[in-house]
Structure formats: structure tokens, C-alpha cells
């Protein structure tokens, strides 16, 4: 993990002492091994509420049943800062075999949100202990239903978490950045996430006689693979896009053509005139290919979250907080990233920057990718976003 020297050493543990990330893991570990879903993380947000209510003066609320907002009061007047930490897990049956795994069937905090909420608890009680350095407000924002859209964020945004507020700064922990090292890029940095579902409709029969049917196994596979000819072929290879079929669901028997088979899958990119033209692509060659097969088809195509574009001011603000509590050293450059993520939601309505904090370590077997049953994180970078979370304030409300 980089240092960049003992000043910045000092300087990040000055801000978050050594029993604070004490903390900062047991209550990361704690959420690792009880893990909720999106839109179920009462449990979550119950147990986030009583960390913050140690905090002497802060205010807390609880906008959804799921989702816990704070404010603190710096000793004079000035902006409003919001930070903004995810809680929710995923679908996933861990296979860690760490002490504290999920203690939950088939749920898991697979993509690091578990570390986001324990480093927003603790940049909450450091900035607590420094209230009287600053002129303004920090608003946490410990938010529900990261992972499943429509997200948490918008609804977060309708409840007026964000009114009044100057600018916000997000995090996440990333698996292909070294321990400790923190990326903050300006401009695109996550991608618009769209997913679609597709039927098609054929005509059943027996696997003998297919000449009886209208093969809808056949034809599905046919717009598989002429779906690929519209990033290939169709989308300027310097316009990022992605366009991957994930699910393909047919039939029951072997010696059975069935009636019907269900694709689905998602749609990436950064420009609206990329999304909106691969969309009406994906409609042609779907009618298309059914057309020449005489199969009929239904889609269903969702429109998910925004990108995340980092304004430059703000994004330079994140590094700048970085190299003062770790050095200049941690902090590494980062292209664009098909991922999606709903703090587009937040960027939307007032200007702010997503920085990501490296938690790879070979050494202790934290290399696996996000989403994956064996995802593991290096828990000593977690002092590291948390101090960026602080300086960043400090420095915002000066």
C-alpha cells in the first residue's frame, strides 16, 4: 500500500486514529455478515442509525424505511457538503470462508457497500470530533438499493436529501486498484446500465419433425449472435459501448421444440446519442431476425441508471484530499469503467466527483472481482477512504 512518507502517514492517522478504524472494521464486518438486499436493509439502516446516534448533536432521519440521512452542524456558518456511502447486498452465496461470512443463504456483500457504509460511520464521528473547524454542514447519505434499479439514489433525491446542498463526494472500494490507492478522474467515469428482456415466439412440436415448427431456439440464438454486429459494426470503436446477452432460457426435454425462449441482458454506454441509436438497433435486429424466421417477439427494454460524469472542480478537490492524508503518491489515474451506479442521481442535480479506493491484496487472496463469492477486500485501505472522506470536508468547509 502506498505511503507517500511519513507526513502523509501521520496525516491520515491523525484523522482517523487507530481506534476509530478499530471501529471502522468491526462495523464492516459486522454488515459483511449480516448482509440485506435492496430495499430490505431495515436491519442495515437500524443498525447505522445507532452508530450515528453515539454522536452528540447530530441529526438523523430516516427518509425511506431503509435508508438513514445525518447532519452535522459545523460552529459557523457555510456550504453544505453531502457524502453518500451505499448499504445494500447481492444475490450471491459467499465462499470466503472468512470468520465473518455472510451468515445469510444466498445473500452477500459481494461489491465492497458493507466497506462504503463503515467508512462513511467513521468519517462521520472524525468530523464530529473536528465540528468546531468548520463553517457549514456535512450531510451523510447512507443509502439503500444501490444495486437494483431504479436505485435508491432518485428516491433519496425526491425525500430533498439534497436541497441546499453545494456538492457531494461518493466512494467504492475497487478491486483492480492495489490497497490504498485512490482514483478520482474528471469527466465520464460510469457508464449508463440499461438491461432489456426479449420472448420469442415460435411454434411447438416434436424435435423430429422440425420442419412442423417455428424453431424459436434457433431463431434466439440467430439475434445472439446478430446482436454483436451492432457494437461491431454499427458503434464508432471511440464511443464506448457494451451490448452482452446474459440469460438465454429454453425449453424442458430434449426430444421437445418448445413454444417459447426468453434472452435478456444489458445495454452500456456513455453518450446519449450512442444509447438511444444501439436501442433502436437492438429493436431492428430482433424484428429482423424473427421476421425471416416467421417467429414474432415481445421486448422489454428498461432504461437504468445515468452516467457518472465527475466534475473537474470537484474531482481535483477528491485528489487534492488524498495526496494531503496519504501522499501523492496513492493517487492513480483510472479510465472509464462500463459499471453503473445510481450517485448519477445525486450528479444530476448538484455538482460532486465518485472516487474509488483500492482494497487488492495478493497476499492475503483479495484479487477476486466485484460480484464475485469470494470478492475480500485489504480493510487497512479502508482508513484511507476514510480520511479522504474527512480532509475532503475539512477543506470544503474551511
Not at 430490505?40 to 435508508?67: D, F, N
Request: charged letters at 20%; proline letters at 5%; a negative charge.
Amino acid at each position: 500500500m502506498g505511503t507517500g512518507g511519513h507526513a502523509a502517514v501521520s496525516a491520515c492517522v491523525s484523522l482517523v486514529p487507530d481506534e476509530l478504524h478499530a471501529r471502522t472494521i468491526a462495523w464492516r464486518r459486522h454488515l459483511h455478515a449480516n448482509p440485506e438486499l435492496s430495499f430490505q436493509e431495515r436491519e442495515t439502516s437500524a443498525y447505522v442509525a445507532a452508530a450515528l446516534a453515539e454522536i452528540e448533536g447530530l441529526t438523523i432521519t430516516r427518509p425511506t424505511p431503509t435508508s438513514v440521512v445525518a447532519r452535522l452542524r459545523g460552529g459557523r456558518e457555510g456550504k453544505v457538503l453531502a457524502l453518500r456511502a451505499d448499504m445494500d447486498a447481492l444475490p450471491i452465496q459467499e465462499e470466503t470462508g472468512l470468520p465473518y461470512a455472510s451468515t445469510r443463504e444466498g445473500v452477500m456483500h459481494a461489491c465492497g457497500h458493507d466497506a462504503h457504509t463503515a467508512m462513511l460511520l467513521t468519517a462521520a464521528h472524525a468530523l464530529a470530533a473536528r465540528r468546531d473547524e468548520l463553517a457549514g454542514e456535512v450531510r451523510f447519505l447512507f443509502q439503500h438499493a444501490e444495486e437494483l434499479a431504479p436505485g435508491g439514489a432518485c428516491q433519496l433525491v425526491e425525500h430533498g436529501v439534497l436541497e441546499g446542498v453545494d456538492g457531494i463526494v461518493g466512494v467504492h472500494v475497487w478491486s483492480l486498484l492495489e490497497a490504498g490507492l485512490v482514483a478520482c478522474p474528471e469527466g465520464p467515469l460510469l457508464a449508463a446500465a440499461d438491461v432489456f428482456r426479449i420472448v420469442v415466439h415460435g411454434r411447438g412440436g416434436h424435435a423430429a419433425t422440425p420442419h412442423e415448427t417455428i424453431d424459436p431456439v434457433l431463431t434466439a440464438a440467430e439475434i445472439v449472435t446478430s446482436l454483436q454486429h451492432v457494437i461491431s459494426r454499427e458503434t464508432d470503436p471511440l464511443d464506448p459501448a457494451v451490448l452482452s446477452v446474459t440469460q438465454f432460457h429454453a425449453g424442458s426435454a430434449s426430444n421437445v421444440i418448445p413454444e417459447s425462449v426468453e434472452l435478456a441482458g444489458t445495454m452500456r454506454s456513455f453518450s446519449r446519442a450512442v444509447r438511444d441509436r444501439n436501442r433502436d438497433a437492438l429493436d431492428r435486429v430482433v424484428r429482423g431476425v424473427c421476421d425471416a424466421h416467421r417467429a414474432t417477439y415481445e421486448l422489454e427494454y428498461v432504461a437504468g441508471f445515468e452516467p457518472v460524469v465527475n466534475d473537474g472542480d470537484w474531482a481535483a478537490r477528491v485528489r487534492d484530499a488524498a495526496g494531503a492524508v496519504a501522499g501523492e503518491d496513492v493517487v492513480a489515474p483510472m479510465r472509464p469503467i462500463m459499471g453503473g451506479e445510481d450517485f448519477s442521481a445525486y450528479l444530476a442535480h448538484v455538482p460532486g466527483a465518485f472516487f474509488f479506493v483500492g482494497g487488492r491484496n495478493e497476499a492475503i487472496d483479495a484479487v477476486y472481482p466485484h460480484h464475485h463469492p469470494r470478492f475480500a477486500i485489504d480493510e487497512d485501505a479502508l482508513r484511507v477512504g476514510s480520511a479522504v472522506f474527512v480532509r475532503a470536508a475539512l477543506d470544503v468547509l474551511s
